[in-house]
């Protein structure tokens, strides 16, 4: 994997990820972006994505979302990471915030905002301009 290749996994189904996934094309940063309610996103990249964010694949689920409380109502209940696997390929809008991997670091983006304190400017093979006394 390109170390300085952004990678952003979201779902257009939310405004969240059209935000986001507007900055990331607009950026002059090499970019990968993975419209999850388009793509197939396998459970082995699920696994990846929860390891890499330091988090269980519940915790990748927004249990609050209304189409969640309807799909599987009011009561919390416990799944096995399959199960939890099941909920996220069934209905992608469900996850809880956008994720870009950028080089060996993931970042889960809860604004659009947050997607810009992670795009320093890349200056590496510019010079520092000659200054003159």
């Not at 990968?32 to 990748?60: F, H, Y």
């Amino acid at each position: 994997m390109d170390k300085k290749q952004i990678t952003l996994y979201y779902s257009s189904k939310n405004s969240l990820g059209k935000q986001l996934n507007a900055y990331v094309e607009s950026s002059d940063k090499k970019h990968l972006t993975i419209d999850i309610s388009k793509t197939n996103v396998t459970g082995t990249q699920w696994a990846e994505l929860a390891n890499g964010l330091g988090k269980s694949l519940s915790d990748l689920v927004n249990t609050e979302h209304p189409d969640y409380k309807t799909a599987y109502g009011e009561d919390d209940f416990n799944l096995d990471d399959d199960g939890w696997l099941k909920v996220l390929n069934k209905n992608p809008s469900l996850l809880k915030n956008a994720i870009i991997i950028k080089g060996k670091e993931f970042i889960e983006l809860k604004s659009a905002s947050d997607f810009k304190q992670y795009m320093e400017p890349d200056s590496t093979g510019i010079g520092k301009p000659y200054k003159k006394n």
